[in-house]
């Protein structure tokens, strides 16, 4: 049940009284359609970042509370706990993390970053924020340690000294080892940068400090001077304590790993090269790669476990780089799909000092996250259920739907759960940190992602959670395999032929249709059944733009079938027409009627979920290669598919697999065309229109259409526009189409009855109407044919079109006409099937007489501007400049839950909103300069105020333009911190009690608080206080709710001062005490002293 919103009938009551300026234009008809929408029904902000981090640079884990996280290069921050609880956090600067500690079990984390900052998370709040930060100005940081249980962070620089940081006040100890007093007096040398700190486990009054050199320092904290001292001829890059103190193991750079007794000085007890050949006579093995990490793992009941990633022998060329795992005589090489990052060991215990008991290993790979089980025999990996592998191929577009059918998510689910991969470990998952948000808010959400393999993937994204739930292979249609002939014509090698690059879906009929980079259309149907198809049905198109060409266009037909040729406006329409030109007769040298990939010939078996029903393919013409797609559509109720690109459009006939219409974009306007063009030369040289740029940034040239949208790199300085088509045309002849709209609409101007049609805008701004004639449903639809025929131009808006949509009189959208879903293989008599089929009527009711309340509005988005125009009229009612310096890149028509609007991302940035049919602006933010084109060809914006992007080459960022949202969206997130019992210590036993065995404390605050190791240099470091979880506040700053949300942040200030002021007392009332301890212990000492003995 909808919560009864007291505020939004007072909004309804403000908005009848206050009269809002429209942008009327044109004769005034009766127009007055109350608007429902008002700007405090939308307010812009994050949600929440899916995918994979990244370029990822580090990685935490918080054994008790079971949360992982990672750190990028860019300085974001993402956290990971159980399925469905992520959340993702950015450090200012935007500096590399180099590395993350957790303050464990006690909802905190501590980043140590590129520019020698330190910060401190707060993890207990669901948007977590920096409480302290600290910038070091003379010296590197290069590795942070911090015990557990214990308020003192270990900081190692570049210079080999250690600092000391409270992490409670952030302030600096006075207590710092310096690099010389750790060394032998007698090494000349500087033992280079600090790569490891560590207590040991059993003393932590010993810390152990490695210094790259191959130097490693046990140093006592109580008597400021080193015990032992370890030296290695080979740098180091990580240590690691065995549980019981009196062993540690280091890593090195020539691959091998020394075992070091922490008593016995001089040589390591044992040196092994995991990779490394040994040689018969006894010499050293040869060297490996550096070994970059060690961790070394007892267990109660059996052999420890030595873990490294690196050193592989210099041998072997082309390996793949390896996890290795060392458990007793066994040594398992565990090979990686990427480069290792990082890698962690997950234990039973959080304390050092017991038997470890490793039972996960964590690895984070430079595109992957991977966990291996160590209890299972041949250590299974962990299926893993966050979304990361939205960037398995590279994204190519994307297309957002929320309020979906609510049977669609279990259908794609269903198909989607017989493609998992078998194999993995049979335990939980065992990131199994934080609790789920309480949102109230939900309605089924799909993402869909196409991807430049030809792969298709459909996410459940309800609530704020995403979760792939089918993926469909297009490319399965083709044949991988190019024949020798075929290579003649391609001399470049195409990477992705096969990329995605428009998709069109009916939700409620389930009929997908996709457009490939080398100009195919494929078309879809959903089925629970799985089908053996013996041909795939393929229909060959020539779309050809040659305005002195002598052959007309109509002379390229379909494949194999009779096609319909253009009726010319006022001429009674041809239902036959010319003979199609079959592909094989025309094998002449200018690469004839060759489309760019070649259809499977062999019978395919097609599994429960998206079938093949057909594939278009346009084909050479006269040696030229077809331009890419730049504009797809489909309608379930009409059975009707069309495409078009910068040379003019098809429409496909799916029912009856024919071509309907093939026409040049001139042939649209008949003799009224508006522009003067050029007559072209039939042999210029073409050039490709703009595909996909930038996925990676590779580069060709070629003037081949076939070419993957990966390797077609342009320049990411912003062309005139969004479709990508117009990047290149010869602007005076040529006129790419850039959208389509199907609609059940007036389709001439003063008509009376409602006629199917079909809108096409150009990248000229012209919006042209054709209408639709249709066989009626049943037998007739197979037999007869359908007949389009232009009826002119609608009207022209400056820059390209990119949306258009129907109003009903009372301003509420009109949704296409669209059949439900019906399973289309099953063989029972036709009597059901025609029930199933028959075309659904359109909600709009045609009266005989229209008067004019009972009008339609049209409302057309161009990348400038907006019209809406009243039907069957023409007239423009309402027109709004929407920028005059940049061009919109996206504009959706979406419905909120108060009304409908028009929703508008620009190139400068901007998300913009408008009312409909009004045009009144609503909202304008200034969200993002765009910075590359992959936000461009990634951004969709969906109903009920959701709208999405890809913010990397990884990682899908969702945000949300409605208040509401905003508002619940504190319920909606996941909590990360939860409470729970630190774990028992371990027992010390009775002897190792007696005999002084067991784990021996030190009073860190003894040693590095103010008292005893004096403060630190105020020049070394600043602390900078953190926002502390005030900047959640900041988005709500209008209205009611900001005035709310300032006096809180007021109290919050308050709180804080007090708090500190109260932090302060505490502070001088210790140090008096202090103070009077020592005066007390001087009076006592002195009292029995004589006069002489002073």
């Known amino acids: 049940m909808k919560k009864f919103n007291i505020r939004k009938v007072l909004d309804g009551l403000k908005e009848a009284s206050s009269s809002t300026p429209s942008v009327h234009v044109g004769p005034q008809e009766n127009h007055l359609i109350q608007e429902t929408l008002q700007s405090e029904h939308f307010q812009l902000c994050k949600t929440v970042r899916h995918g994979f981090p990244y370029q990822p640079s580090s990685m935490a884990f918080d054994p008790v509370q079971k949360i992982l996280a990672i750190g990028t290069q860019s300085g974001a921050l993402r956290l990971f706990g159980r399925p469905g609880v992520e959340c993702y956090c950015q450090h200012e600067s935007g500096a590399a993390v180099i590395q993350l500690q957790f303050l464990i079990n006690e909802g905190a984390l501590v980043s140590a970053l590129a520019d020698d900052t330190v910060h401190l998370w707060n993890l207990r709040q669901k948007r977590p924020a920096i409480l302290h930060s600290l910038k070091f100005s003379r010296e590197r940081i290069t590795f942070c340690h911090l015990p557990f249980q214990s308020k003192w962070l270990y900081i190692g620089t570049e210079r080999g000294n250690i600092h000391i940081v409270n992490v409670e006040s952030f302030m600096l100890s006075g207590y710092v080892i310096m690099w010389n007093k750790a060394i032998e007096l007698s090494s000349k040398a500087h033992p280079g940068p600090v790569v490891h700190i560590s207590d040991n486990p059993m003393d932590e009054g010993k810390l152990i400090i490695g210094f790259e050199s191959g130097i490693v320092v046990l140093w006592d904290l109580k008597s400021k001077k080193a015990d032992y001292r370890y030296t290695y001829d080979e740098a180091i890059h990580s240590v690691a304590w065995h549980h019981e103190g009196k062993q540690f193991i280091c890593s090195h750079s020539d691959g091998t790993l020394t075992i070091w007794n922490v008593r016995g000085q001089g040589k390591p007890i044992q040196t092994i090269t995991p990779h490394g050949k040994q040689p018969k006579d006894g010499k050293k093995p040869e060297p490996c790669k550096p070994i970059l990490k060690v961790e070394y793992k007892t267990t109660r009941n059996g052999e420890p ?19 290795t795992v060392m458990h007793g005589k066994s040594t398992a090489v565990l090979e990686m799909d990427y480069p290792i990052v990082d890698f962690l060991t997950l234990c039973e215990t959080p304390y050092p000092n017991d038997f470890q ?179 795939v049905q393929l229909l060959e198109v020539r779309m050809q733009y040659e305005l002195n060409d002598t052959e007309s266009p109509e002379g390229g037909g379909g494949g194999g079938e009779q096609t319909s040729a253009l009726p010319t406006p006022g001429a009674s329409p041809q239902t036959s027409g010319p003979p199609s030109h079959p592909s094989t007769s025309s094998n002449n040298s200018d690469g004839g009627n060759m489309p760019c990939l070649k259809v499977r010939s062999t019978p395919m078996k097609q599994s429960p979920g998206y079938q093949v029903d057909l594939v278009v393919q346009l084909v050479w013409v ?22 078009g690109n910068s040379n003019g459009l098809a429409v496909v006939d799916y029912v009856q697999k024919t071509v309907v219409l093939n026409l040049g974009t001139v042939e649209l306007y008949g003799s009224n065309d508006p522009y003067q063009r050029q007559p072209r030369s039939p042999r210029k040289t073409r050039q490709p229109s703009g595909g996909l740029c930038d996925i990676n940034e590779g580069s060709a040239t070629s003037e081949d259409r076939c070419k993957s949208p990966t390797s ?30 199907f609609c059940e609409t007036f389709a001439r101007k003063g008509d009376s009855t409602l006629t199917p049609c079909l809108y096409v805008g150009t990248s000229l701004g012209t919006v042209l109407t054709l209408a639709l004639t249709l066989p009626p449903a049943g037998e007739q639809r197979q037999l007869q044919p359908v007949i389009i025929s232009p009826t002119g131009m609608l009207v022209r808006l400056k820059g390209s079109h990119l949306r258009m949509a129907f109003l009903d009189s009372t301003g509420a ?78 504009a959706d028509v979406v419905q909120m839950s108060q009304g409908v609007c028009l929703a508008c991302f620009c190139a400068n940035g901007h998300i913009m909103t408008l009312s409909l049919p009004g045009l009144r602006p609503l909202m304008d933010v200034n969200y993002l300069p765009l910075t590359d084109m992959r936000i461009a060809r990634t951004f969709c914006f969906t109903n009920l105020g959701q709208a999405m992007y890809l913010c990397s080459p990884t990682e899908i960022q969702r945000i949300t333009y409605s208040q509401d949202t905003c508002e619940n969206l504190q319920e909606m997130l996941g909590e990360l911190f939860t409470p729970v019992e630190t774990p028992e210590a371990p027992n010390r036993g009775f002897f190792k009690g007696l005999f002084g065995g067991g784990a021996q404390s030190l009073d860190r605050e003894e040693l590095f608080g103010e008292v005893a190791a004096g403060r630190a240099s105020r020049s070394l470091a600043q602390h900078i206080p953190g926002p502390g979880g005030i900047e959640g506040m900041k988005g709500a700053a209008s209205g009611v709710v900001g005035d709310l949300a300032r006096a809180r942040i007021a109290l919050d200030e308050r709180g804080q001062k007090l708090g500190e002021l109260e932090e302060r007392t505490a502070a001088m009332m210790a140090s008096a005490d202090s103070f009077s301890k020592h005066a007390h212990e001087m009076m006592l000492k002195c009292k029995d002293k004589k006069w002489y003995q002073f």
């Open 305 to 323: 476990f030595i873990i490294l990633s690196g050193g592989l022998s210099y041998d072997t060329v082309g390996r793949r780089p390896c996890l």
């Open 357 to 535: 008991e490793p039972y996960a290993v964590v690895v984070l790979l430079e595109k992957d996250l991977v966990v291996i089980d160590l209890a299972q025999n041949g250590y299974p990996i962990f299926e893993n259920p966050y979304p990361l592998t939205i960037h398995e191929s590279p994204v190519t577009c994307c297309e957002y739907f929320a309020d979906c059918p609510v049977d669609l998510i279990p259908a794609l689910y269903s198909v989607g759960s017989r493609q998992k991969r078998q194999g993995y470990s049979k335990k939980e998952w065992p990131i199994s940190g934080g609790n789920w948000g309480q949102g109230t808010q939900s309605y089924p959400e799909i993402i869909i992602t196409g991807h430049a393999d030809g792969t298709v993937k459909f996410w459940d994204a309800s609530a704020i959670m995403l979760q792939v739930l089918y993926k469909l292979k297009t490319a399965k249609v083709f044949d991988r395999n190019r024949s020798k002939e075929d290579k003649s014509s391609m001399e470049v090698s195409d990477e992705d032929p096969f990329a995605i690059q428009i998709m069109a879906w009916c939700p409620e009929s389930r009929m997908l249709c996709v457009a490939g980079v080398s100009a195919n259309v494929i078309i879809y149907r959903f089925s629970k059944l799985e089908v053996t198809t013996e041909v």
């Open 622 to 643: 006269s040696g030229e290669p077809p331009q890419q797609i730049t504009s797809l559509a489909l309608n379930s109720s009409y059975g009707l598919v069309v495409f």
């Open 712 to 741: 077609d790199h342009r320049d990411n300085s912003f062309s005139r526009s969004r479709s990508s088509s117009v990047t290149s045309i010869d602007k005076e002849a040529k006129e790419a189409i850039s959208s389509f709209h």
């Open 813 to 890: 959208l009109l949704p296409p006409a669209f059949d439900p879903w019906y399973e289309p293989n099953v063989t029972a008599d036709g009597e059901e099937r025609e029930k199933v089929r028959k075309r659904r009527p359109v909600s709009v009711s045609p009266s005989t007489s229209q008067d004019l309340n009972e009008s339609q509005y049209a409302v057309v988005c161009s990348e400038k501007q907006a019209k809406v125009i009243s039907l069957p009229s023409q007239t423009c009612i309402y027109k709004h400049s929407i920028t005059e310096t940049s061009f919109i890149l996206r």
